[in-house]
């Protein structure tokens, strides 16, 4: 798997939900994946959502200290930063499909950075925005992705 991947906040939340005993295996197939072959993106928002979810809202959370290590980890991922650029292209995205502003900026976010997938369970699976396919992580494996980059 060479295509960069963009990973949405939920892929990496299940990597360290312990409530989810069956997502959990399959987020850090992925994310083992990712780092091996270098090919995981993200953006600033992602990292937010990810910061407040496991410190805030995990049953079994992590500590702010353990959460600002994750992120700082994906900031090797060259995280997408929230600019004019990229909310322009969240409103094209979203001016095109129906989607909640929320999502557009992930859209967007995963277009900018070349991502020729978008790893997210929120949106439908196979779905393509422009070039950027939808992968549901929980319904495919990472050797289920062709290997030809965006």
Not at 123 to 144: E, K, M, N
Request: some cysteine.
């Amino acid at each position: 798997m060479s295509a960069l991947c963009f990973v949405d906040t939920n892929l990496l939340v299940y990597s360290r939900d312990a409530s989810e005993p069956d997502k959990q295996p399959r987020a850090h197939a992925w994310l083992a994946a990712l780092w091996n072959f270098r090919s995981g993106r993200c953006s600033v928002q992602v990292l937010n959502e990810y910061y407040v979810t496991v410190t805030q809202k995990l049953d079994l959370g992590l500590t702010e200290e353990e959460a600002w290590k994750d992120v700082q980890d994906l900031f090797a991922w060259r995280p997408a930063a929230i600019d004019d650029k990229l909310m322009r292209q969240a409103r094209t995205v979203r001016q095109r499909f129906p989607l909640s502003w929320w999502d557009a900026l992930v859209v967007a976010a995963a277009q900018g950075c070349g991502c020729a997938y978008l790893l997210t369970e929120d949106l439908q699976d196979g779905q393509d925005f422009d070039g950027t396919r939808i992968v549901d992580p929980f319904a495919h494996q990472p050797d289920d992705l062709p290997t030809a980059r965006r």
